[in-house]
């Protein structure tokens, strides 16, 4: 097995949410999955093929320094966000990527609409930004817990049953004019089953060098395990937008996963096709006559 260009499509093929389609998270998409390979021994050199087309691709964004890509990455907990992000982008330039995390909005967060922090980190033109979390936990985790709703302050006629389907479209309206203005979208939701989740908040318990990631709260959270897929499906079929869609990668899988996030980046990057900047001619004279000038200080040493 080794990633192919036709591979990339495949991937983004398979695990895109079609707009406007009806999504049953736990019907419709197995986190095992792994496209009927089983883990080849040269796993790390697959997702190598995918790393080192993503740095070229970043290498010609941030040279033609007119567009940038969002990458909206959501998950529940231990679903393995982090270390996608780590070894998914370990090929590229630092300079021409950011990663932005979000936890629990800030006093300074909560004095603004919801959107803010977001568009406060939107990646510059040229460059590629990574949300871990997004936007979108104003549509999962203020849906699953509406008290955090008391924090934000908001006028009365903002809240009701409507609140879900406002919001809905605020996001929608938000990524248009984001892509319209150069910012291209991808968002990736990495899932994992329940068991899978159990297992591995098993080994932050079991293993020292993991104790650190491991956080109380996320075994209460489990018990809204079936509230945040009912609220995820909802996310899917309201936000999944030609301007701005929405894959779901089986997560139960690490190797997989990482390939699959690898491969739907760098389609996105091939459509969008950036290029190196081409010089006119007065640019072009004017950097021979610069090369004349370094040949120059050659000669000169060699003359000493």
């Known amino acids: 097995m080794r990633l192919q260009p036709s591979d990339f499509k495949k991937f983004a093929r398979r695990f895109l949410i079609e707009p406007g389609s009806q999504v049953k998270i736990a019907k419709d998409f197995d986190p095992g ?9 040269n796993a790390k050199e697959i997702l190598q093929d ?43 330039n630092p300079t021409g990527c950011q990663v932005t995390s979000f936890k629990a909005p800030s006093a300074q967060e909560l004095e603004h609409d919801y959107l803010w922090r977001c568009v406060t980190a939107l990646p ?33 006629a903002s ?94 899988h690490k190797w997989f996963a990482r390939i699959a996030v690898a491969a739907i980046i760098a389609q996105k990057l091939i459509e969008m096709d950036p290029q190196f900047p081409t010089l006119d001619e007065a640019q072009r004279q004017e950097m021979l006559a610069c090369r004349a000038v370094l040949l120059a200080e050659a000669d000169a040493d060699l003359s000493r």
């Open 33 to 41: 999955d792994t496209c009927g390979y089983d883990k080849p021994e």
């Open 50 to 92: 995918g790393v080192e087309l993503l740095a070229e691709y970043q290498e010609k964004l941030y040279a033609e320094n007119s567009r940038a890509l969002l990458v909206v990455l959501q998950a529940l907990d231990a679903a393995g966000k982090d270390s996608t992000i780590e070894h998914v982008m370990s090929g590229v």
């Open 124 to 156: 510059a033109r040229g460059n590629i930004g990574i949300f871990n979390r997004s936007h979108y936990e104003e549509v999962l985790v203020v849906r699953v817990h509406p008290q955090f709703l008391n924090a934000q302050r908001l006028p009365p």
């Open 159 to 252: 809240l009701g049953e409507g609140l879900w389907a406002q919001r809905f479209r605020q996001i929608n309206d938000f990524e248009r004019h984001l892509m319209e203005n150069g910012t291209e979208i991808v968002k990736i939701y990495l899932h994992i089953s329940k068991e899978e989740q159990r297992q591995r908040q098993l080994k932050r318990i079991d293993r020292p060098e993991k104790n650190w990631k491991f956080n109380p709260d996320d075994i209460e959270e489990r018990r809204y395990w079936d509230d945040y897929l009912a609220a995820y499906e909802e996310v899917f079929e309201h936000t999944s937008t030609r301007w701005a869609p929405w894959y779901v990668v089986p997560g139960d």
